[in-house]
C-alpha cells in the first residue's frame, strides 16, 4: 500500500478524512432482562492510507479509522472499533471493515449516493449479513453460541464538516432476537 500519490481517487470516501467529534449520539443495547439506553460521545479519527492492489486487478482506495465511544454518565469506553474503509472506483463498490475487541469482524459493502459535485453530501451504505458469501460477519465460538451478531447495517452521511450516521447490529443473544442501534451527529475537527 501507498500513499504517497496525491491523486488517489478516494471517491465518496474522500469527505471522511479527518478527526470527528460528536456528543449526540445514542445507543440501545441488550441487557439480560430489558434494554440499556446510554447517551454518549466520541471521535473518530479517519487516515487516508493510500491504495491497495488485488491481484494485480482491483485498485482499493482506503481509509483507515478507529472510533473511541464514551458513555456521558460515567465517562467510561464502552465502545472501541477499528478497521477500514474502502472505495473499488471501477466496480463503484464502499467496503467497510470493522474489528471490535470482542472477537467479532464484519466485512459490509455497498453503495453511496452524492459526490458528483464537490461541496454535496455524500450517503454511503454498507451491510453485511452472517453466513453471506460476499459481505459477512466472522466471530468467536463464544460469541456464535451466546451473542451471535446475524446482520449489520450502516448509514452515514457527511455533509461538509458534519457526519451522521446510524447503526443497526441484528443480535440473538438472551434467547431473543435483539436490534442494537447506535447514532449520532459529528463535526470535523
Known sequence: MTDENPDIDYGPLTGLIGTWKGDKGFDVSPEPD????????????????????????????????????????????????????????????????????????????????????????????????????DWGVVQSPFMRDKATTVAFDHRLTIDGDKLTYNETTQLEIYGRHFDHTDGNQLTRQ
Open 34 to 133: 430489558g434494554t440499556q439506553e446510554s447517551d454518549y460521545y466520541e471521535t473518530i479519527v479517519f487516515e487516508a492510507t493510500g491504495v491497495a492492489e488485488n491481484a494485480e486487478e482491483q485498485r482499493l482506495a482506503t481509509v483507515r479509522y478507529l472510533q473511541i465511544v464514551r458513555r456521558k454518565s460515567n465517562d467510561e469506553v464502552f465502545h472501541d472499533q477499528t478497521g477500514y474503509w474502502m472505495w473499488d472506483g471501477a466496480a463503484g463498490v464502499v467496503m467497510q471493515s470493522v474489528s471490535v475487541p470482542r472477537a467479532v469482524c464484519v466485512l459490509a459493502g455497498g453503495t453511496h449516493d452524492g459526490a458528483s459535485d464537490e461541496g454535496s453530501p455524500v450517503t454511503i451504505n454498507v451491510a453485511a449479513k452472517l453466513n453471506d458469501p
